[in-house]
């Protein structure tokens, strides 16, 4: 386990900006991850801006911000839950270069649930997710949101039972597109996937 809790803004419990030219990604498998530090913006317990960071059986909550965030890195998330967050489960943004390179991510096999706004928000052009057999349920806002250019591609998936908005929101030039699916429930009705 590790836990770090600071009143110091800013700070993450693991944190991970390396060259994008490195091509080998880091890992961490194994760890239940706790976070808090009082921001506004910015605020993960695991951050990626650049290079590529594998997760793999880890339990990851913040108190205060998104479990996992990118801000132009890259994160390869399997058999892990990322569950009570005060913000997303996991939040994937364009890095603040615009000629960046795109943040291409993946998460397979994990649970997405009971974060305080939308499980997986997905935000910006050249972001985007490949969501893999996971349980996405009793976030506050959406299940799976994408938005500003964002794309989302679900895969064998069950989005269902309390995600407070519903199971998937595309606006502002964002896309999911739901391959096939257990199950989607987007408020009223059940969706064939």
């Known amino acids: 386990t590790i836990i770090h809790e600071t009143e110091a803004p800013y700070e993450s419990t693991i944190s991970l900006d390396i060259s994008p030219k490195d091509n080998t990604p880091a890992s961490?498998?194994?760890?239940?991850?706790?976070?808090s530090s009082p921001s506004v913006a910015s605020n993960y317990a695991v951050r990626v801006d650049s290079g590529s960071l594998e997760i793999s059986d880890c339990d990851i909550s913040s108190t205060t911000g998104s479990?996992?965030?990118t801000e132009g890195g890259l994160v390869y998330v399997s058999r892990s839950v990322l569950s009570s967050a005060k913000r997303h489960g996991i939040a994937l943004f364009p890095p603040l270069d615009p000629d960046g390179p795109?943040?291409?991510?993946?998460?397979?096999?994990?649970?997405?649930a009971s974060n305080g706004l939308s499980g997986i928000s997905v935000r910006g052009d050249n972001v985007e997710v490949k969501v893999t057999r996971c349980i996405v349920e009793g976030n506050q806002q959406y299940g799976i949101s994408a938005t500003g250019g964002g794309f989302a591609e679900v895969d064998s998936c069950t989005i269902v039972r309390g995600n407070g908005k519903?199971?998937?929101?595309?606006?502002?030039?964002?896309a999911v597109v739901v391959r096939t699916s257990?199950?989607?429930f987007c408020k009223r009705k059940p969706v064939d996937g």
């Open 166 to 174: 519903g199971s998937l929101l595309k606006e502002l030039g964002g």
């Open 67 to 69: 479990a996992i965030g």
């Open 28 to 35: 961490i498998s194994g760890l239940k991850i706790r976070h």
């Open 102 to 112: 795109p943040v291409l991510s993946e998460i397979s096999d994990s649970v997405i």
């Open 182 to 184: 257990d199950k989607i």
